[in-house]
Structures are given as structure tokens and as C-alpha cells.
């Protein structure tokens, strides 16, 4: 089936600090999604992708679609202790409905 | 904002029993989803369904499983004959045609 790795499985980082964190796949997709996850709660969409080698911002988070639609990766800049949570990237192929193909997660932590 | 909402939040039951997870979609959303985290992993697929029918299903999806969409606004995941191995966060989700998916807060179903 497919596959989505993500990495780093986990980071701890002073607040403050820009974060990097990736996905890659082993089939490509058509839209890739970045979705944040508290405790207790369901995930939260972040940005959404549509085109390879499209870049999107969204506040202090920017993400790209990979261009060999394999691959995305999402940035944050200046971590605050509320950016604290798993973060997930989805691959989703086209056409209306489809299913989202979840990733391993970043466990993200930040020391204030 | 308007958001998916599910009931209950915790849901303990013996082994061998029925459930039933309900989730309200988004209103003006005709795409709905199940997916299912056991605790630790990462989100996985289960069913989409739209205009009164399942869209495509998982390999978890067995005759274990059913949905349904009861009335204009619920949207319904029964699991029958439970087994310790369905404990697992459930979150329903709902989109627009082409639109990223919206998850609801899930409920944590425990299974003694």
C-alpha cells in the first residue's frame, strides 16, 4: 500500500528557533495536506497543496509540493510553546472524495 | 467557524457488543469519511461515503463495519461484535467537492 514517512519522527527545540520537517512518499499524489494534531483532539488542517512546486504560506508556516509529487516538506518559523503537537502530512490523489493517506507524524516539542 | 462534531467523546464497551459512533458533518458538505488512529499511530483510513453510498472502503472495513446517514444531518459508523483490537481514536470528516477534509474531535472507544 502506500506509504508516507515522515521526518524527523520528533524534535525538541528552543522557542524561538525555525522548524523543518518533511514527508516522502512511495507514489506520488495530487494534493498534498498538512494537518496539526493536540491531544485529545482531531487533526486541523494547516495548508493544502495542489500543483507541484506550488509554495504556500499560511502565518508562520510554509509548505511545499514536492515536484516530483512525491515529497513535500513544511517549515515554521519562530516556534512558540502553541506550536507544540504531531504534525501530519496527507497525500490525497485527484478526483472528488478520495481518501487521505496519513504519515507518520512529527511529534513536535518546544522549550520555552 | 462551523465544525464536524462527533458524540460521545469516550465510549466504553464490552467486548462482543455493538457501537455506535455518530458524527454531525459540516452542513453544506456532501463528502463524509471514517478514519481510525489506534493510540500512537498514525490516522488511518476506513470508508467514504457520498450521496447515500459508500465510495471506497479499506481493508479494515470488513462486515464488521457499516455507515449510514440516518437523516439530513447525522452521519453514523456502527461496529458489531466488537473486538479488543477496534479500541482506537474514530474521527469522522466531511468536505466540499475538491475541498481538503475537516475532522471532527473524535471518539476514544474503549473496548474491555
Known amino acids: 500500500g502506500q506509504q508516507l514517512n515522515q521526518s524527523p519522527q520528533s524534535m525538541f527545540i528552543q522557542e524561538g528557533e525555525d522548524v523543518s520537517m518533511n514527508c516522502t512518499s512511495s507514489?506520488?499524489?495530487?494534493?498534498w495536506l498538512w494537518y496539526k494534531q493536540d491531544p485529545g483532539e482531531g487533526p486541523v488542517l494547516l495548508i493544502a497543496?495542489?500543483?507541484?512546486?506550488e509554495l504556500t504560506s499560511n502565518g508562520r508556516l510554509t509548505a511545499q509540493f514536492g515536484i516530483t509529487r512525491k515529497d513535500s516538506f513544511l517549515n515554521i518559523s519562530a516556534s512558540i510553546p502553541s506550536d507544540v503537537g504531531i504534525y501530519f502530512c496527507?497525500?490525497?490523489?485527484?478526483?472528488?472524495?478520495?481518501?487521505?493517506?496519513f504519515g507518520t507524524g512529527t511529534i513536535l516539542r518546544v522549550k520555552s | 467557524e462551523p465544525e464536524v462534531t462527533q458524540t460521545p467523546s469516550h465510549q466504553v464497551t464490552q467486548m462482543g457488543q455493538e457501537v455506535i459512533l455518530r458524527c454531525v458533518p459540516i452542513?453544506?458538505?456532501?463528502?463524509f469519511y471514517w478514519y481510525r488512529q489506534i493510540l500512537g499511530q498514525k490516522v488511518e483510513f476506513l470508508v467514504s461515503?457520498?450521496?447515500?453510498?459508500?465510495?471506497?472502503k479499506s481493508e479494515i472495513f470488513d462486515d464488521q463495519f457499516s455507515v449510514e446517514r440516518p437523516d439530513g444531518s447525522n452521519f453514523t459508523l456502527k461496529i458489531r461484535s466488537t473486538k479488543l483490537e477496534d479500541s482506537a481514536m474514530y474521527f469522522c470528516?466531511?468536505?466540499?467537492?475538491?475541498?481538503?477534509?475537516?475532522f471532527g474531535d473524535g471518539t476514544r472507544l474503549s473496548i474491555l
Open positions: 470528516a466531511s468536505s466540499q467537492a475538491n475541498q481538503p477534509q475537516h
Open positions: 507514489s506520488i499524489f495530487n494534493t
Open positions: 497543496l495542489y500543483k507541484a512546486g
Open positions: 496527507a497525500g490525497q490523489l485527484g478526483g472528488y472524495g478520495n481518501k487521505l493517506v
Open positions: 452542513s453544506n458538505h456532501l463528502y
Open positions: 461515503f457520498y450521496n447515500n453510498e459508500i465510495s471506497e
